[in-house]
Nanobody, 126 residues
Framework: QVQLVESGGGLVQAGGSLRLSCAAS????????MGWFRQAPGKEREFIGG????????HVVDSVKGRFTISRDNAKNTVYLQMNSLKPEDTAVYYC???????????????????WGQGTQVTVSS
């Protein structure tokens, strides 16, 4: 069982930065791949990146590549999403999620993730 709580969202001007945190409870966290997703108004939730349980595998989608990066600190049971050079189109609710599969490879599908946080709003003004 894993419980996730996101924090760090807010309002920022275009070009600014935010760091989202996802604090996890439950011993299974450190062996689970973690994903970050976002959902803009009127749009489907989309995968934007993830990190394997070991931290060795990292992936972000092309739309955020070079601007967003993901890291994890298993000692703190926390995964991070560092967002730089933010654009108005990055405005969305951001979610972290944990793969139920342990010791597995990083997966990119929304249905691969079983545990979800409540989401945190990120708003980027132009």
């Amino acid at each position: 069982q894993v419980q996730l709580v996101e924090s760090g969202g807010g309002l920022v001007q275009a070009g600014g930065s935010l760091r989202l945190s996802c604090a996890a409870s439950g011993r299974a966290f450190r062996w689970s791949a973690m994903g970050w997703f976002r959902q803009a108004p009127g749009k489907e939730r989309e995968f934007i990146g993830g990190i394997s349980w070991s931290g060795d595998e990292l992936h972000v989608v092309d739309s955020v590549k070079g601007r967003f990066t993901i890291s994890r600190d298993n000692a703190k049971n926390t995964v991070y999403l560092q967002m730089n050079s933010l654009k108005p189109e990055d405005t969305a609710v951001y979610y972290c999620a944990a793969d139920r599969q342990m010791y597995g490879n990083l997966r990119y599908g929304i249905h691969d993730y079983y545990y979800w946080g409540q989401g945190t709003q990120v708003t980027v003004s132009s």
